[in-house]
């Protein structure tokens, strides 16, 4: 069992810059995959970024490749997500995630964190 808690969502202008981290609970943090994932209002929950567990595969969303850094601490059993120059169009709940692969599927989810990105 994982538990994931998100912190450091807030409201921000556009082009400015938010830290996500995303604290884990179980022994076993190092072995999953980690992901953040973002649902804007009225819309579908969407991946963002996700990170292996030895943290040298590292894949990201087109929509924030460039702009957005996922790394993780396996020793403080944390993931975090470095947001620069954020747009208005990156407002949305997000959301940590775990699992074995994330390619077809979440085992655990945070509850999230909603960044604001004023214009």
């Known amino acids: 069992q994982v538990q994931l808690v998100e912190s450091g969502g807030g409201l921000v202008q556009a082009g400015g810059s938010l830290r996500l981290s995303c604290a884990a609970s179980?022994?076993?943090?190092?072995?999953?995959?980690m992901g953040w994932f973002r649902q804007a209002p009225g819309k579908e929950r969407e991946f963002v970024a996700r990170i292996s567990w030895s943290g040298g595969n590292i894949y990201y969303a087109d929509s924030v490749k460039g702009r957005f850094t996922i790394s993780r601490d396996n020793a403080k059993n944390a993931v975090y997500l470095q947001m620069n120059s954020l747009k208005p169009e990156d407002t949305a709940v997000y959301y940590c995630a775990a699992d074995h692969s994330l390619l077809s599927g979440v085992s655990y989810w945070g509850k999230g964190t909603l960044v604001t990105v004023s214009s």
């Open positions: 179980g022994r076993t943090f190092s072995s999953y995959v």
